[in-house]
């Protein structure tokens, strides 16, 4: 099969729990709604794509345990393909707490991707050549030295490469070296030392490709082409209940769009559009909606 896009990076299990009242330390605090959900930015985004109707696999390394089955059905309940996961021996599965304020969606997140970022895949020469079969490759700076790798080699042959860049992890410029889309949050742009806007600009002239910074409920700034200035992409107002996965949301869509040759512009609207949806629903996942691009 060839896949629409394959998504390099994190899976993880979310735990999540909506509350109401006020969070203090060394209390307890009632849940007013408790979800074990998938999550991992490029783990989401992958099920977000195939959901608008894109072929999608993720390649990452995935732990040994009593998750595995859960990670295996929550994949392939979005049709994504998990014949290139590693599934490694002694390793167990990121568990996420997500503690998510109903009030205004906001999440905490307590994390610890389990060493992913050093983790190599040790791809076969003929796992290799399915993966650059893909049209696309995105990633999301977990298996940094890998990730650098094959976007060098996708670049060479054409296909299109996309970064969501969440933080300044270490590599960055190499990985964005190659990338054709990069999409950065505003965690990243305040990593920089810049606002969002300026963050845009500094960029797009640095390297060249397709660049944007997304800042939650404001919306999106983007390098427009045609008016060769930085743009402002609304967001349209949601009573938001989880912010979760937002942003993986909006990768997936955004690239389920870009590849059925939508403008920048475009993609980014409709991207905009599905993670606004997604905000009314608690979990990354669960909360995507069903949109076609
Ligand atoms: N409160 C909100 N209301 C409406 N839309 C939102 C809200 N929060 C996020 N979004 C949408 O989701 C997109 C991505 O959100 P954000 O900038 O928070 O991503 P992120 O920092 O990468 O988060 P994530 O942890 O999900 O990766 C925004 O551009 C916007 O379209
Ligand atoms: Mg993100």
Not at 89 to 117: C, D, F, M, Y
Not at 259 to 281: V, Y
Request: hydrophobic content about 40%; some cysteine; glycine content about 10%.
């Amino acid at each position: 099969m060839r896949h629409d896009c394959i998504f390099i990076g994190l899976n993880t299990v979310d735990a999540l729990a909506l509350y109401h009242s006020p969070l203090k330390e060394d209390e307890k605090i009632h849940a007013c709604q408790l979800l074990t959900d998938g999550g991992g930015p490029s783990a989401t985004a992958a099920c977000a794509f195939s959901q608008a109707g894109g072929k999608a696999a993720l390649l990452s390394v995935i732990g040994q345990d009593a998750w595995t089955p859960f990670v295996l059905k929550q994949l392939r309940a979005y049709r994504v393909d998990t014949s290139l996961l590693r599934l490694q021996k002694g390793l167990e599965n990121p568990v996420s707490l997500i503690l998510v304020n109903g009030k205004n969606g906001a999440r905490t997140i307590i994390w610890n991707s389990q060493g992913l970022s050093a983790r190599r895949l040790k791809l076969t020469a003929r796992e290799k050549e399915r993966v650059m079969r893909a049209r696309c490759l995105h990633f999301d700076g977990h298996l940094m030295p890998d990730s650098i790798t094959l976007a060098g080699e996708a670049k060479k042959r054409g296909l299109l490469v996309s970064y969501d860049c969440g933080s300044a992890k270490p590599g960055w410029e190499k990985l964005a070296a190659n990338a054709d889309f990069f999409i950065a949050s505003h965690r990243f742009a305040r990593d920089l030392g810049l606002p969002p806007k300026k963050a845009v600009q500094y960029l797009r002239r640095r390297f060249g490709f397709h660049a944007a910074v997304t800042c939650g409920e404001k919306g999106v700034f983007y390098f427009c082409e045609r008016e060769n200035n930085v743009k402002l992409l609304k967001q349209r107002a949601y009573k938001a209940v989880d912010t979760t996965g937002c942003g993986d949301v909006f990768h997936g869509f955004f690239l389920a769009a870009a590849l059925k040759d939508r403008t920048f512009e475009q993609a980014l609207a409709f991207a905009q559009k599905a993670a606004g949806l997604k905000t009314r629903r608690l979990g990354g996942r669960a909360g995507i909606p069903e949109l076609k691009a």
